[in-house]
């Protein structure tokens, strides 16, 4: 069995760090959504930039989708995909590189980083962003271990992961994530 997938997933020991960041923030959540610091555009390209270093199919497609709706031209949506170079983002660029190291350092940002994303936008800011990115990164990589189950499945071997972790994961996740593949 040749492994042919090769995406981040989650493990017992991710699965669990990742809800626990989300569960701490759990009781300010209907407030970051509803609030306006940050807007929903500046929210969508977030949540595509960590995608983009995560490669989560459905949260490509739903996000490219919802970035569209809230006014993400389609230039910003192929750099946030693509080359983040590649865009104008104006003050939202700095937030933009975060979500890339906050992802490409699986949730281990360096301090140095951190300490410019505070400086730059304030505690408040700083904090919802990183809420934002905890959210996309466990959307990510739920998608992706739902699709590494997938691949097992269909006789591709998964670099990495664990197979009877993934069929457990799919089983707890399959009706949530075959709705949104069904979009």
């Avoid at 983040?84 to 360096?110: C, M, V, W």
């Avoid at 591709?156 to 979009?183: C, H, K, Q, Y």
């Amino acid at each position: 069995m040749q492994n042919k997938f090769h995406k981040r997933v989650f493990t017992p020991a991710s699965l669990i760090a990742s809800a626990g960041a989300i569960a701490k923030d759990l009781p300010r959540l209907p407030q970051l959504l509803a609030g306006e610091t940050i807007s929903p555009s500046f929210r969508e390209k977030l949540f595509l930039a960590v995608t983009s270093v995560n490669q989560c199919r459905y949260c490509t497609w739903m996000h490219t989708d919802i970035a569209a709706a809230n006014g993400v031209d389609d230039a910003q949506i192929a750099a946030l995909l693509g080359d983040l170079t590649q865009g104008d983002f104006g003050r939202e660029k700095e937030a933009l590189l975060y979500a890339i190291h906050f992802a490409e350092s699986e949730r281990q940002p360096n301090k140095e980083q951190t300490a410019k994303l505070i400086d730059y936008y304030g505690e408040e800011t700083a904090t919802q962003i990183v809420q934002y990115l905890n959210l996309i990164w466990f959307a990510n990589l739920s998608g992706n271990t739902f699709d590494a189950f997938l691949s097992r499945v269909g006789g591709e071997g998964v670099s990495g992961g664990n197979a009877a972790f993934e069929t457990a994961f799919a089983a707890m996740s399959a009706p949530v994530l075959l709705a949104i593949r069904a979009i």
